[in-house]
């Protein structure tokens, strides 16, 4: 026989049989199944409805007592009559009453006897956890009265908590709530993932792998980390295990990311799934989007000037009649106008991923890449009103993206918005109650947005073409074929690719370079006198190749397709087989102008 001992403590732990108090829940687990059954209780994801029923159809009585120090202590109370023994197991001899006074009231009244022969014991467990966290949505708005606070704020909207603890306190909270307030506590609830390391592994002291907020948000060596296990409570084989563990997985300590890097990054891994798994690389990863955030918005500022006005009213709500936007400024405001759609259709879906997803994809992607890159030339050299235009864009994507990112990124957002002109109907002294952006439906143009990513797509082949023949100081002259209207975006896209001289479908010359978008544009980068050419040859032929190859491989596919094929994979492989062909042509080409050059 082995004696079980606290790991603690090193106390005896001897099993002692003890009444205890249960609760009846099947009734309350029935009205709480059929509220979500109805709609009226929504799980958020909804694959925990399962759950939820699996839980509460065979919810059995709940024992709510606890031999602890702490807790509320259960108010129920003994009575001992001096002319009758009684037994803690004669449920007859319990009373329930707020206070002594009130049980001895209770007593008096159901034994009929005087005061002076009942003697009270009030039992010393106390409740169980569970059961007091379950009261929770209303014992703090001072219930049992009927207080104005509990009038205002019961039933509440949402409740968000981890899906481990669904059973043990939401439906608690539900079932009390719908016992106790005939109302449902509160109508949805989200459901986050679970916390795991990097590795999907569950954190734990022992293991070393429990990542603490504060380290992060500080940051923190290697030797502190280790500083901190040894103070806590782990035996020394746990300790060992635990420092090898931190060791492994943070070797050279924990980075210093900021409150707001890590509350975006925990924001941005909420997706359906039940685990998360914390990488503390990708939280610094945005701690380094938090500073392209900042440069970014400086020398916007730079740009913008010290005499700058902000407009009257939004400009992603009322256009201005009297300025004249280029096509890359309308193209960034519809950008804006994509991102406030995406950003409020993912917080009513609680779609938190989705939603640093667009904000994250039009600061870093559209504004920084993009349109700051694309003015550069405006704002050194452009004409006053192209300015105009251009400081009016670029102050309303500032604004809108602020805004924007304001829930995730508290703290930088407000620091950084307190250092814009204020629009003309703006009143609010902080962005923390400024209005959330709605609407930009006004600069929607999609047909706009796939030509520029055309030229998106030109000036990212057209750089790679480059990279591979040329220094990245060269300024080539790049030529271009292609039937699609380009023609407003040429010097931006001149500036993009990094080119002396953009031609639109002209004569192409000998010694170019080819790259292909697709079946949609020839991009020739001109590199005569810069190149081997016999070397390049050789480079194409063997692309040629694997071109071919992959040709035929489609082809065969395209042969045995069969009825049960969906038309749409026919045809999205024809048109690869298309394109395959189009680029052969084009290397083919490239080939013959490198051999005009060895020839000559």
């Excluded at 009585?61 to 109370?77: T, V």
């Excluded at 602020?402 to 609010?428: K, N, V």
């Amino acid at each position: 026989m082995v004696v079980p001992t606290c790991s603690r403590s090193k106390d005896i732990v001897e099993p002692l049989l003890k009444p205890q108090w249960w609760v009846n829940c099947k009734d309350m687990a029935a009205r709480s199944i059929k509220k979500v059954q109805d709609g009226e209780l929504k799980l958020i994801p909804s694959q925990f409805d399962k759950t939820w029923y699996t839980w509460l159809d065979d919810c059995r009585d709940w024992c709510i007592s606890r031999q602890l120090w702490w807790g509320h202590q259960i108010p129920a109370y003994k009575v001992n009559l001096s002319n009758k023994e009684s037994n803690d197991l004669d449920n007859s001899m319990w009373v329930s009453a707020h206070s002594e006074e009130e049980a001895m009231k209770k007593a008096v009244e159901k034994f009929k006897v005087s005061a002076s022969e009942i003697s009270l014991v009030r039992d010393g467990d106390v409740l169980d956890t569970w059961f007091s966290s379950g009261l929770y949505p209303f014992s703090t708005m001072s219930w049992p009265d009927n207080t104005v606070d509990l009038k205002t704020f019961y039933p509440n909207n949402v409740l968000e908590t981890g899906h481990d603890i669904l059973f043990f306190w939401v439906a608690r909270m539900v079932m009390m709530g719908l016992e106790l307030m005939d109302e449902l506590p509160f109508t949805e609830v989200y459901l986050h993932p679970i916390i795991r390391d990097a590795h999907g592994i569950k954190m734990s002291k022992s293991l070393g792998n429990v990542v603490d907020p504060l380290h992060i948000v500080s940051g923190i060596s290697l030797e502190e980390l280790h500083k901190a296990v040894d103070n806590g409570y782990l035996g020394e084989k746990e300790l060992i295990r635990a420092r090898a563990g931190q060791k492994q997985l943070y070797p050279n300590g924990i980075p210093e990311c900021g409150t707001d890097a890590l509350r975006f990054a925990l924001c941005s891994y909420l997706t359906l799934a039940r685990d998360l798994n914390l990488d503390v690389l990708r939280i610094e990863g945005y701690r380094k989007f938090c500073n392209k955030m900042w440069n970014a918005t400086k020398f916007a500022l730079m740009q913008l000037g010290d005499n700058y006005t902000a407009p009257k009213s939004d400009l992603m709500t009322c256009k201005l009649e009297t300025t004249q936007f280029s096509t890359i400024d309308k193209w960034i405001l519809h950008r804006a106008a994509v991102a406030i759609s995406d950003t409020n259709t993912s917080f009513k879906e609680y779609q938190f991923q989705q939603c640093t997803t667009a904000i994250y994809n039009f600061w870093l992607y559209d504004l920084c890449d993009v349109y700051l890159e694309a003015t550069k030339r405006v704002f050194y050299k452009g004409t006053e009103k192209e300015q105009e235009a251009a400081t009016h864009t670029l102050y309303t994507c500032l604004d809108v993206g602020l805004r924007l990112i304001h829930p995730f990124m508290p703290f930088i957002s407000e620091e950084l918005w307190q250092r814009l002109p204020r629009l003309g109907t703006e009143t609010a002294p902080s962005l923390v109650v400024a209005s959330y952006p709605r609407t930009g439906e006004l600069w929607l143009d999609p047909e706009l947005e796939a030509r520029i990513n055309l030229a998106k797509d030109i000036i990212h082949t057209a750089r790679s073409v480059k990279d591979t023949y040329l220094e990245s100081k060269a300024k080539p002259e790049v030529f271009l074929s292609t039937s699609e209207s380009l023609a407003d975006v040429i010097s931006v896209m001149e500036d993009l690719i990094g080119s002396s001289k953009l031609h639109l479908n002209e004569s192409i010359p000998l010694g170019t370079a080819i790259g292909t978008v697709g079946n949609r544009c020839e991009v020739h980068v001109l590199v005569k006198g810069l190149v081997d050419p016999v070397q390049e040859i050789n480079r194409l032929q063997a692309k040629r190749e694997g071109v071919e190859k992959t040709a035929q491989q489609v082809k065969e596919t395209i042969d045995k397709h069969t009825e049960k094929v969906p038309e749409h994979v026919r045809q999205a492989n024809c048109n690869k087989l298309t394109s395959l062909k189009d680029e052969l042509v084009t290397i083919d080409t490239a080939i013959s102008n490198f051999r005009k050059l060895t020839d000559n």
